[in-house]
């Protein structure tokens, strides 16, 4: 090795090392008394003082006391005083503190442990590195020191300097609202360097994201990361920078938005050494855009949509997807009783979603919406009370967004989150934005709703509406317009209402018509038009101008109704209200004794339990049964003769009937109409009642013999068997395959034409003379026919006589007669509620259902009733109301039970049938409907077969 390519840690110790073989030769040469040195050794010394003192770094040797023995032109040069005065000075003594104590230390240290020091100082502005050698003796301590000093002081400048400017460079970026990075551009998995905004981006900090080998494939989205990977090693092929937007998520789940750019940064060869770019955090503006962009598809969307619930539930999924919540749920107000109803939820569960289907206006989450404004806070800190469903829920952050229209709250969007216990800021504004498209949109479907209604109904009335511009021109007619005129609905647009007129009003009438609607005022009267057929008609009308919000006159309305046949049925009429004030007689007074007799039977049941077996009380009061059920059937029988009561069908057979009616219209028809009567149907069982087929069979006969008064004539009547199978054309569209029993009326009178056969079965159509009929016959027979779910043709011409043939279904199963009442009487011990009125039935009903083994709770008050069941509801297994009470009735009171507890079973008693049919009971919910008074026993199997019978849904 050359002497220049040794290094100087190389040269001071080899210098050490020269001076301790030199201070041997000295000893040794003391010893031999000579001064001889070996030639080798000292050009080998010549050598190395020279390249020390050649070296620019000051080199001296000094003993354990700080005395120099040597030391080289360079730290003279640095000290300005002449070489040979350093040699045997002592060193501290030109130093000054606190250099002094500094160096000593280090000194004394190299002494005393015999291992190199090294060290820096600084002395009048010069900045030096101290090396100390140990150099050790014969003795094997050490003797001497070897001190190497090199300036560092530009170094220490540029350090300095280095320092300001990374400072300034730290500041500029950490200054910046981005993140700047280096990451490994082979893999880009790691960051090399990160800068302190990554935590306020992604909430973790420069270490963490350095110290995590996976830091940036772990944060990319899962959607964004094959398109973001691609588009890094696009950058490292093209060398294109890379500009994009993509997704990142935080630990917590959070997705950030980041718009990165950054490029590749290679050596001198063109090598890829890795990626460096700057992170803008853009999660608000892509909010933002993304909520401007929910707003107009929203907004778009809702436009086409014609149902509202639908367009709420796409409400409700474009707020939680703006606002990355994941369940809400949109409930209305419902107008009358202003109660929130759920129309649309998501994410929620079944359980919890049943159990706040609706919140009545004085609960507290009601109370919430009325407010008005929106409230966001975490679910447990709402004060509303918790059942269990609602706490397993598990729900944590919570916002209650009202939703309103002009000022009105109309509803109110509810959002939650399970692992959020705040609702954060662009979620709020993300809500209350879609909450007031909701409100638009809600009352938009509202109005729409409320204009087809009113579309629909104004179609749909039976008046006829007309709608003219100012001059009278047709711009509008509904359906009865057109009924009523015969004109088709393109007929009347643009038709001059003028030309209805019939004539039969004066010009006089028409003028002061025109001059009161076109002063604003409303006209109401009578007049006669004219149809399309030249056939006059009486109108009622009232006709009212349209005015706009400037209060001019844009259009006259006008609303007409056809009285013609009104005018003539109110003669007919007076007749009707006749009977009809016998029928309400006889239903109100039906109905008191009925609870009369209910109380009667009852007590008289109980007596009858509590009288010794073969006694005379016994066999009395068994008389009194008799005479009070003998009572309730009289009853029945007075409402079957008002049609007050529900006709009781069982299977009949027909010839019986036929014959014994045949016996009866023979007795008053004259002697011009011969009869014949055949019957030859083998099995003649129908589900019917005699005194229906009496009716029918004598309408038709006594309408055959009116055909035949002048003339005379045979009237034919036959029973036969016919059956329709899948295959066969029956001659009547309601006539289903299966087995009938024909009954036929045949005369050989006047007939009848096309136009009169359409209409024989509408309500007072008649052929006869004025006074000889009403109408109603066959109107009667069709309406017959059509309850025993049968069919009725006619075939007539006229001059030839007419056909009516009545098809009945057969009974091909009888049906199982009512059960003999032998047999234990069925009891339980299910909980009851009875509802009366009439304190008797209630006394008899406690009495009579405890026996059957039930606890009873009975009550004449129909609202304490209410009152009882809503303290303990599930306490119930049944309740009995009566249909006629005071304050409330036995719908009112059924309606209130079944909206605290839709399953509890009911039965409806009553003692008039004219108030509610038994099918409008059964829509109800009502189990089982029964006619006052029953039995106990009758009472007691319908009970069973209440509580035994389970609803199918």
Known sequence: MNDEDKTKDQLVGEVIELRGRIQELERQLQCQGTARRPRQESGEQEICLTVLNATEDAVFFMDTQGRIVFVNETLAQWLHVPHESLLGANLFDAIPEPCKTVRKTYVDKAVLTGEVQRFEDEREGRWLEHRVYPIVGPDNTVSHLAVYAIDITKQKLLEVELRQSEAKYRALIEGIPAVTYMADVDTYTSALYVSPQIQAILGLSEEEAKADPEFWHRRLHPDDREFTLAKIGEAQETGAPLVGEYRMVKDDGQVVWVHDEAHVVRDDTGRPLCLQGVMFDITERRRMEDLASAHRDLAMALTEMTQLDHAMALCLDTALDAADMDCGAVYL???????????????????????????????????????????????????????????????????????????????????????????????????????????????????????????????????????????????????????????????????????????????????????????????????????????????????????????????????????????????????????????????????????????????????????????????????????GIRGRDLVKLILSFSRKSDVKRAPLRLAPVVEETFKLLRATTPSTVAMELQTHATSDEVLADSTEISQLLMNLGANAVYAMREQGGLLEIALHDIEFNPDSHPPHQDLAPGAYIELSVKDTGCGMDATTKHKIFEPFFTTKERGQGTGLGLAVVHGIVQSLQGAITVSSEPGRGSTFTVFLPKVVHKQKVQ???????????????????????????????????????????????????????????????????????????????????????????????????????????????????????????????????????
Not at 537 to 550: G, L
């Open 333 to 627: 107000v419902e107008e009358k009783s202003g109660d929130l109803h759920l129309v649309s939820w998501r994410g929620l569960s079944p359980e919890f979603v049943n159990a706040v289907r609706f919140y009545p206006p004085d609960s507290p989450n009601a109370r919430l919406v009325q407010r008005g404004e929106p409230v966001y806070k975490p679910y447990g800190a709402l004060n509303i009370p918790l059942d269990d469903v609602r706490r397993r829920e598990g729900l944590r952050g919570l916002g209650i967004i009202p939703i309103q229209h002009q000022g009105r709250v109309i509803g109110c969007l509810n959002v939650g989150s399970h692992r959020m216990d705040e609702v954060p800021q662009y979620a709020r504004t993300a809500f209350e934005t879609i909450g007031a498209q909701m409100g638009t949109a809600i009352r938009r479907f509202q109005a729409e709703r409320e204009r087809l209604r009113l579309t629909r109904a104004v179609e749909e009335v039976a008046d006829a509406v007309v709608i003219t511009s100012l001059d009278g021109t047709i711009e509008y007619g509904n359906h009865a317009l057109s009924s009523i005129t015969g004109y088709a609905p393109d007929e009347l647009i643009g038709k001059d209402i003028r030309s209805f007129r019939s004539g039969k009003q004066d010009d006089l009438f028409y003028e002061e018509l025109w001059a009161k609607i076109a002063g604003g005022q409303t006209w109401t009267g009578r007049y006669q038009n004219r149809k399309k057929s030249g056939e006059t008609f009486e109108c009622e009308a009232t006709i009212s101008p349209v005015i706009d919000d400037r209060g001019r006159i844009v259009n006259y309305i006008g609303i007409a109704r056809d009285i013609t046949q009104e005018l003539k049925f109110e003669e007919r009429l007076r007749q009707s209200e006749k009977m009809d004030a016998i029928g309400n007689l006889a239903g109100g007074i039906a109905h008191d004794f009925n609870n009369i007799l209910a109380a009667i039977i009852g007590f008289t049941e109980l007596s009858i339990d509590d009288a010794p077996e073969g006694s005379l009380i016994k066999r009395n009061m068994t008389n009194v049964l008799k005479a």
């Open 819 to 953: 059960a003999e009442m032998v047999g234990e009487i069925p009891g339980g011990k299910e909980c009851i509620l009875f509802v009366d009125d009439e304190e008797p039935l209630v006394e008899a009903a406690r009495e009579m259902l405890g026996r059957l083994g039930y606890e009873v709770v009975a009550t004449t008050d129909s609202t304490q009733a209410l009152d009882i069941f809503s303290g303990e509801p599930h306490r119930f297994h049944l309740v009995i109301t009566d249909y006629t009470m005071p304050d409330m009735t036995g719908v009112g009171l059924t309606k209130d039970l079944m909206r605290i507890r839709p399953d509890i079973p009911i039965i409806l008693c009553t003692g008039y049938t004219e108030m509610i049919s038994r099918d409008e009971a059964r829509a109800m919910g009502i189990r089982e409907f029964v006619m006052k008074p029953l039995v106990k026993r009758e009472m007691a199997e319908t009970i069973r077969r209440v509580l035994d019978t389970k609803i199918l849904s």
